[in-house]
């Protein structure tokens, strides 16, 4: 015995091991990995535009918006921040709120994007709120200074946001 074996002499065992492991190098190498960590790619601000249909967001609601991600360490984490602080948006208006992102978020990492409604009653005689989104755009700042439109949605309304009912809308990437 020489100690040589020809590939057919290979066990099914070694085999097995060597395809998986060729297959989780092609995995971790793959070209949406690199992209979701590429310094071109991670977003540093993001610009969120609304127009409100015709139910008004009235004073003392609030819209927060929240961005869920993973971190290069394979974390799901989330950033969120409120849209209009309280603040009334008229019927048929549009608002825009740009904010500063945490470090560490790239593109090809982002999960999803949230508005979560809290129905505000500025007086005792007020009753709950209902706000209609008709439409709802996201524009990612990336570090190579480059605009990329993340979200781009629109209907009549794109969400109707009730007092005690459909207080949340979200969208995955």
């Given at each position: 015995?020489?100690?040589?074996?020809?590939?057919?002499?290979?066990?099914?065992?070694?085999?097995?091991?060597?395809?998986?492991?060729?297959?989780?190098?092609?995995?971790?190498?793959?070209?949406?990995?690199?992209?979701?960590?590429?310094d071109a790619h991670r977003i540093t601000?993001?610009?969120?535009?609304?127009?409100?249909?015709?139910?008004?967001?009235?004073?003392?609601?609030?819209?927060?918006?929240?961005?869920?991600?993973?971190n290069t360490s394979g974390n799901q984490?989330?950033?969120?921040?409120?849209?209009?602080?309280?603040?009334s948006w008229p019927n048929y208006s549009?608002?825009?709120?740009?904010?500063?992102?945490?470090?560490?978020?790239?593109?090809?990492?982002?999960?999803?994007?949230?508005?979560?409604?809290?129905?505000?009653?500025?007086?005792?005689?007020?009753?709950?709120?209902?706000?209609?989104?008709?439409?709802?755009?996201?524009?990612?700042?990336?570090?190579?200074?480059?605009?990329?439109?993340?979200?781009?949605?629109?209907?009549?309304?794109?969400?109707?946001?009730?007092?005690?009912?459909?207080?949340?809308?979200?969208?995955?990437?």
């Amino acid at each position: 015995m020489t100690g040589i074996r020809s590939l057919g002499a290979v066990s099914r065992r070694a085999f097995a091991t060597l395809v998986a492991t060729l297959a989780l190098a092609v995995v971790t190498l793959s070209p949406g990995d690199a992209f979701a960590i590429d310094d071109a790619h991670r977003i540093t601000q993001l610009t969120v535009t609304i127009v409100t249909g015709g139910d008004d967001l009235r004073t003392a609601s609030n819209a927060v918006a929240s961005l869920r991600y993973t971190n290069t360490s394979g974390n799901q984490l989330v950033t969120s921040f409120n849209l209009n602080n309280g603040a009334s948006w008229p019927n048929y208006s549009t608002k825009t709120v740009t904010f500063a992102t945490p470090a560490g978020i790239y593109q090809g990492l982002l999960l999803d994007f949230a508005i979560q409604f809290t129905s505000g009653q500025p007086d005792i005689f007020s009753t709950g709120d209902n706000w209609n989104m008709n439409a709802i755009t996201v524009t990612a700042r990336m570090a190579d200074g480059s605009n990329v439109i993340i979200i781009s949605q629109a209907g009549s309304p794109l969400h109707r946001f009730q007092s005690d009912t459909n207080t949340r809308w979200v969208t995955a990437f």
